[in-house]
């Protein structure tokens, strides 16, 4: 990714920003993902609703329950993308669902579509590499990139096979469980990230979790930067739907993690 790349070079840390797309609606969204890359944000990452999720905690839970009740579609997901291409949007847009919805729509046409949309990678929680074939040729074929996930509890071979096979970054996930703020920075993870930055070109993000400016700042200097998604969404719905605080938000964590370290 192109972004990516650039920011590397420049040696500074990379900000990746999560959205559930369709809360608190599919217009608010749009003008968020605008906002975050005027304010810096490297990376979006865009979840689509899914009602049964593997590693999602009850704040993108609850942002997923809304925007299901608003019959959000994948088609909406490609038009959203398509639109904010068309409006110059250059950060990177990454695709974050589980396999079901994928399944359902059908792996090759799923990538060609995605990916002529706009998109720029995918994130399955619930694939493992290697599972899906299918999928995997036709990403590799559309230059669509996948990123997989890895742990404190990951075996280190296993951890290794990860990050090579991910594309663009590696998401190192902080704690054990799911998705969500948390105060505390687990003491185990500096030797983790260590291990996987010796092991690994592509760069590491650390995700789940980060929910201030201050710990965003401490795993930017472990890592090559941190991924911020459940204390985004909780900055929305303690607004009642209103999205200027989750902006200004944002703004603090990308400021925080572009300090130089």
Not at 21 to 50: H, N, R, T, W
Not at 118 to 143: Q, T
Not at 190 to 199: E, K, L, P, T, Y
Request: charged letters at 25%.
């Amino acid at each position: 990714m192109t972004r990516i790349r650039e920011v590397r070079l420049k040696r500074q840390k990379l900000f990746c920003a999560f959205l559930t797309l369709g809360y608190p609606s599919i217009s608010a969204v749009k003008g968020m993902i605008l906002e975050f890359e005027k304010l810096g944000v490297d990376i979006l990452e865009l979840g689509f609703p899914y009602s049964d999720p593997l590693a999602d905690g009850p704040t993108i839970q609850f942002s997923s329950e809304a925007a299901l009740r608003r019959k959000v579609t994948l088609e909406d997901a490609f038009r959203t993308v398509e639109m904010l291409r068309r409006m110059g949007l250059r950060m990177p847009v990454i695709f974050f669902s589980y396999l079901n919805p994928i399944y359902h729509y059908g792996m090759k046409a799923f990538v060609k579509r995605a990916k002529r949309a706009g998109f720029d990678g995918l994130i399955i929680p619930d694939l493992l590499p290697g599972s899906e074939p299918v999928l995997e040729a036709a990403c590799r074929e559309s230059g669509l990139c996948r990123t997989f996930l890895a742990a404190p509890t990951t075996p280190k071979a296993r951890a290794v096979q990860l990050a090579r096979k991910s594309k663009g970054f590696v998401y190192f996930v902080s704690t054990r469980g799911v998705t969500g703020a948390r105060k505390a920075v687990p003491a185990d993870i500096r030797a983790s990230i260590r291990a996987m930055n010796r092991a690994c070109p592509t760069p590491v993000l650390i995700g789940f979790g980060v929910s201030s400016p201050e710990q965003a700042k401490i795993f930017a200097a472990m890592s090559q930067g941190v991924i911020v998604g459940s204390a985004i969404i909780d900055r929305i719905r303690k607004a009642g739907g209103r999205t200027a605080s989750a902006v200004r938000f944002v703004d603090e964590m990308v400021r925080a993690v572009k300090e130089k370290q």
